[in-house]
């Protein structure tokens, strides 16, 4: 694990407990399959992130723990844990912009916390985290029957971090992607590359997606009409003002 990997945690504003935790498990990882680095510049990230994958199925199935992984609980809450840990280092590995690394994969959250990205894209991260935070509290705001199934921290899939993953009041599972400002037509895509992750990580589930913006571009608008099941939501801020004495 690279030294300055505390550091790009600490610069993205996470909590102390979150950074250590995150270590922990990078750490833990490595000991069991060697320098995830490494793995990922010899081509092994999707292998990796496969033998840490454990749907409800293969819990109703009561399958033993596919991982090297030596760990007492349940095995699905910490494959998860452990499998989140190493997408996120991915991502770091990938905003770091280390040759092969590059292009590994495409995570919308975290590589625009680097310092060398532009004021205003730190804003919008900022402000697309605040957004997740009020939507995380008021998710019934969004869609009622709406329940959070992600621990509340974002699930990470082989492409990247899911804002918020939800199951709806008819048993689907829901892909919550947040955009502060106004959206580009890439953002079908990352959406439906998230809800496709999920359909390999959990078969026969039944899944949604809604995009939650400021304002939609045309291309985005019109994407979204020829796919079913996605949908789309847009925001507002509303300011009030009370005059103190």
């Known amino acids: 694990?690279?030294?300055?990997?505390?550091?790009?945690?600490?610069?993205?504003?996470?909590?102390?407990?979150?950074?250590t935790a995150q270590l922990h498990r990078v750490a833990k990882v490595e000991q069991s399959y060697g320098a995830i680095d490494e793995i990922v510049a010899n081509g092994g990230y999707e292998a990796l992130i496969s033998e840490l994958t454990y749907s409800t199925a293969d819990?109703?199935?009561?399958?033993?723990?596919?991982?090297?992984?030596?760990?007492?609980?349940?095995?699905?809450?910490?494959?998860?844990?452990?499998?989140?840990?190493?997408?996120?280092?991915?991502?770091?590995?990938?905003?770091?912009?280390?040759?092969?690394?590059?292009?590994?994969?495409?995570?919308?959250?975290?590589?625009?916390?680097?310092?060398?990205?532009?004021?205003?894209?730190?804003?919008r991260l900022s402000l697309?985290?605040?957004?997740?935070?009020?939507?995380?509290?008021n998710i019934a705001l969004l869609?009622?029957?709406?329940?959070?199934?992600?621990?509340?921290?974002?699930?990470?899939?082989?492409?990247?971090?899911?804002?918020?993953?939800?199951?709806?009041?008819?048993g689907?599972?829901?892909?919550v992607e947040l955009k502060a400002g106004k959206t580009d037509?890439?953002?079908?895509?990352?959406?439906?590359?998230?809800?496709?992750d999920l359909m390999d990580e959990e078969p026969g589930a039944r899944l949604r997606g809604i995009i939650v913006a400021h304002e939609f571009d045309r291309r985005t608008r019109s994407a979204a009409k020829a796919v079913p099941g996605l949908s789309l939501f847009s925001y507002s801020i509303t300011f009030r003002f009370q005059e103190e004495a």
């Open 1 to 19: 694990m690279r030294s300055d990997y505390r550091a790009w945690l600490q610069n993205a504003d996470y909590q102390e407990n979150t950074i």
């Open 59 to 123: 819990e109703r199935l009561d399958k033993p723990n596919p991982s090297k992984l030596i760990f007492d609980g349940n095995i699905r809450n910490n494959l998860q844990s452990y499998k989140n840990a190493v997408v996120r280092y991915v991502g770091f590995l990938q905003a770091s912009q280390d040759g092969p690394f590059a292009g590994t994969i495409e995570d919308h959250r975290i590589a625009p916390m680097l310092p060398e990205q532009e004021p205003g894209d730190k804003q």
């Open 128 to 137: 697309e985290r605040d957004m997740q935070a009020a939507l995380r509290q």
């Open 143 to 170: 869609e009622p029957g709406l329940t959070i199934v992600d621990d509340g921290l974002e699930r990470g899939v082989l492409s990247g971090f899911i804002d918020i993953l939800c199951r709806d009041a008819a």
């Open 172 to 175: 689907n599972l829901v892909v």
């Open 185 to 196: 037509a890439r953002v079908v895509g990352q959406t439906l590359g998230y809800m496709g």
